[in-house]
């Protein structure tokens, strides 16, 4: 059963509201990356995840929801097997096999798997959903 706009709102505001914390992101030295930088929380709703970009100021919050369990009138939805864009660059940061890729639109990320990078998942902007 698909929710109204509002709903999906109102489950994307109960997302953003989850604790963040490094959640073992590492960079490319192996370094603990700040979670100023990025962090995600753990497991909120149902098998749904976000990620957040940036500092707390204007931080990006992206979603990972492969149940589409949050409604959208966006076409950008979370694809567990997508391509990576040929402009996707690598930004060095990985975590639980995966790498963090990002393009010249903010609306979406890409996270890689390390052992298969044919393996690529894309996550939309959780903000996108309640334009």
Known sequence: MRRTWWAGCLAAAT????SHG???????QRHAVSSAQVSSPEYC??????????D??????YIRDPKHQVDSTSPLRYSAHSELPVDAKDTGW????????T??????????AIDDPKDVQRWPQLEAFCD
């Open 56 to 61: 707390s100021g204007a931080p990006r919050v």
């Open 22 to 28: 490094d959640a073992g992101w590492r960079d490319r």
């Open 103 to 112: 393009t010249a639109d903010p609306n979406v990320v890409y996270l890689v």
């Open 15 to 18: 997302l953003a509201g989850c």
């Open 45 to 54: 709703v149902d098998g749904v995840q976000t990620l957040q970009l940036g």
């Open 94 to 101: 990985h975590r639980d096999g995966r790498e963090l890729w």
